[in-house]
């Protein structure tokens, strides 16, 4: 059975754990995988990306509410935008 390995950078478990700050470097602030018997146990992910992910997260959770109210029945009300300033 083949795993899926969901970015281009991996290393082993083992390298992984001889020196953590020496694999961060080398992989130059892109995401990568740390590998259990050639198999993805995690990844490690740079700061940015990860806020990144959060606000995308953010968003499609944000989209979802507008659908669902849009899509509910309740009556629009039509406003100016700087009739709210």
């Known amino acids: 059975m083949l795993d899926r390995v969901a970015t281009q950078l991996a290393t082993t478990i083992s390298e992984f754990k001889k020196n953590p700050n020496e694999a961060v470097a080398l992989a130059h602030n ?25 606000d995308m997260i953010d968003e499609i959770e944000l989209a979802r509410i507008v659908n669902e109210r849009r899509n509910d029945g309740t009556p629009r009300i039509r406003v100016k935008i700087d009739d709210l300033a």
Not at 31 to 52: D, G, H, I, W
């Open 30 to 54: 892109e995401a990568f995988a740390v590998l259990t018997n050639n198999k993805p146990s995690f990844y490690v992910v740079p700061p940015a990306l990860f806020e990144t992910l959060i």
